[in-house]
């Protein structure tokens, strides 16, 4: 279990964390492992996401990739002013963090079931720490299974991670959009092409799956689920939307009639319908 430290008792107030380390994951994600000044780390449950940034610059939304009693890990992607900044910092530097905020995943809907994880890209942090959870000795599920699809094999987030879990008895599948002539013997396509044979080994009715990356790749996968024979309720996503005010002040992150920040990141799959569809600006 994720250890709850401290309570966020004013997540909008942004508060200064230490980097302690810095860890590049691919040629453009780092992953960045902070702590507060002072006193302890905000609890959090898995999916959940702080606005982590530069004073004078501005912050952005990052899921909380892990924890532990002493510090949080936000893995993020160079796509800005803000991102590279970040990517950029050094142990010892200061960032800002307000949060936690959002809707964490529901990992009760994995109990005597097989959870069923399916990431895309980047899309893997926000289910690590719910893979983490429940692949704990006396985890509630009857299995864990992790579908991870990336760009090519230089592009797979915490390849040493992934390899490890099949150590405490977690599936793991993998597929990469092109090997570019690297070595690689897994699966050549998108992760939807893994699904079917993920779901035929434990039973489409005993499925709570987690679902994150782009937007098409959501889609994509609630889709070939359906097909499969695993229906929308069962199936969770989060959205990483233009978060800006993390209140549901602003109105950036609004898809169709829901907030992201308020109402998400996690949502049901039946409750999306063709939201998804919806283009961010």
């Not at 200061?94 to 890209?121: K, M, Q, T, Y």
């Not at 695993?230 to 978060?243: F, P």
């Amino acid at each position: 279990m994720i250890a709850a430290t401290a309570p966020a008792a004013a997540p909008s107030v942004p508060l200064p964390f230490r980097v302690l380390d810095r860890r590049l994951e691919t040629h453009d994600v780092v992953t960045l492992t902070v702590a507060p000044v002072d006193g302890l780390p905000p609890s959090f449950e898995p999916a959940q996401f702080s606005m982590i940034g530069i004073v004078g610059l501005g912050d952005v939304p990052i899921s909380i990739s892990s924890g532990s009693e002493h510090e949080h890990r936000y893995t993020l992607r160079r796509a800005g002013a803000v991102t590279d900044a970040l990517a950029s910092v050094s142990a010892g530097d200061i960032v800002s963090v307000r949060g936690p905020f959002g809707r964490p995943w529901n990992l009760d809907r994995a109990s005597g079931r097989h959870a069923l994880f399916v990431a895309g890209g980047i899309g893997l942090a926000p289910l690590r720490a719910a893979i983490e959870q429940l692949t704990e000795p006396g985890a509630p599920c009857s299995g864990v299974t992790v579908l991870v699809g990336a760009r090519s094999p230089d592009d797979l987030l915490f390849a040493d991670w992934l390899r490890r879990l099949p150590d405490r008895e977690c599936a793991v599948g993998l597929a990469v959009d092109a090997d570019r002539g690297q070595l690689w013997d897994g699966a050549v396509g998108p992760v939807t092409d893994l699904l079917e044979s993920a779901i035929g080994a434990v039973g489409h009715q005993s499925v709570a799956a987690y679902v994150c990356g782009p937007d098409p790749m959501m889609t994509a996968t609630i889709i070939e689920l359906g097909r499969c024979g695993v229906s929308a309720d069962q199936v969770q996503v989060t959205l990483e939307r233009n978060m800006q005010c993390a209140n549901g002040w602003c109105g950036h992150c609004q898809l169709g009639p829901v907030l992201v920040c308020r109402d998400g990141p996690v949502f049901e799959a039946s409750a999306l319908g063709d939201t998804l569809e919806v283009a961010e600006l």
